[in-house]
T-cell receptor, first 114, second 116 residues
Framework: KAGVTQTPRYLIKTRGQQVTLSCSPISGHRSVSWYQQTPGQGLQFLFEYFSETQRNKGNFPGRFSGRQFSNSRSEMNVSTLELGDSALYLC?????????????FGPGTRLTVL | DQQVKQNSPSLSVQEGRISILNCDYTNSMFDYFLWYKKYPAEGPTFLISISSIKDKNEDGRFTVFLNKSAKHLSLHIVPSQPGDSAVYFCAASAKRSGAGSYQLTFGKGTKLSVIP
């Protein structure tokens, strides 16, 4: 069974641009959660999608948004990029809602904002 | 305000000895705790979990202890092996009222180095 895949693996953008990251969960998993990992803050929860609906949202500005498609694939978008958005963005999938179920993480997308 | 704290950014242990990784939390609503292990260039992988109704959970070389009164949990690895060298994240969740979904809050991680 294929694991969680994330594309692209690496991305370089400049301030003010916008970016879209993609996550394909494990087949059969209906929940996708997104996290931001930085050296100073560790892993911070962005949001969780389940059955195409956002179920949970962390404390991030509205520039961070996401969506989930009917096949459970998810995208996350960051608009008006800032230098501080440089981070590793991790996606995790689970059979049901996160917290009730084990989450499986993808390898992440390394975003660098110049 | 960090609700889950891992105060040791790094830890070095000799192969064969015990590794003890610590985690403190402040939110008394947390009722489920997990440990994840992360190798470079890979996503975190689930290691072991414990519910607040228990004070110990064991899985092979890994044991997690929970002290609810102290709001403290620890992960013991015995015996430590070089392959255990990784960053370990502690995470906690609490049921959000009305939402029916748990949000995981992670610590900043502890980098464990097991020296052969």
């Amino acid at each position: 069974k294929a694991g969680v895949t994330q594309t692209p693996r690496y991305l370089i953008k400049t301030r003010g641009q916008q970016v879209t990251l993609s996550c394909s969960p494990i087949s059969g998993h209906r929940s996708v959660s997104w996290y931001q990992q930085t050296p100073g803050q560790g892993l911070q929860f962005l949001f969780e999608y389940f059955s195409e609906t956002q179920r949970n949202k962390g404390n991030f500005p509205g520039r961070f948004s996401g969506r989930q498609f009917s096949n459970s694939r998810s995208e996350m978008n960051v608009s008006t990029l800032e230098l501080g958005d440089s981070a590793l963005y991790l996606c995790a999938s689970s059979l049901g809602l996160a917290g009730d179920n084990e989450q499986f993480f993808g390898p992440g997308t390394r975003l660098t904002v110049l | 305000d960090q609700q889950v704290k891992q105060n040791s950014p790094s830890l070095s242990v000799q192969e064969g000895r015990i590794s003890i990784l610590n985690c403190d939390y402040t939110n008394s609503m947390f009722d489920y705790f997990l440990w994840y292990k992360k190798y470079p260039a890979e996503g975190p992988t689930f290691l072991i979990s414990i519910s607040s109704i228990k004070d110990k959970n064991e899985d092979g070389r890994f044991t997690v202890f929970l002290n609810k009164s102290a709001k403290h949990l620890s992960l013991h690895i015995v015996p430590s092996q070089p392959g255990d060298s990784a960053v370990y994240f502690c995470a906690a969740s609490a049921k959000r009222s009305g939402a029916g979904s748990y949000q995981l809050t992670f610590g900043k991680g502890t980098k464990l180095s097991v020296i052969p």
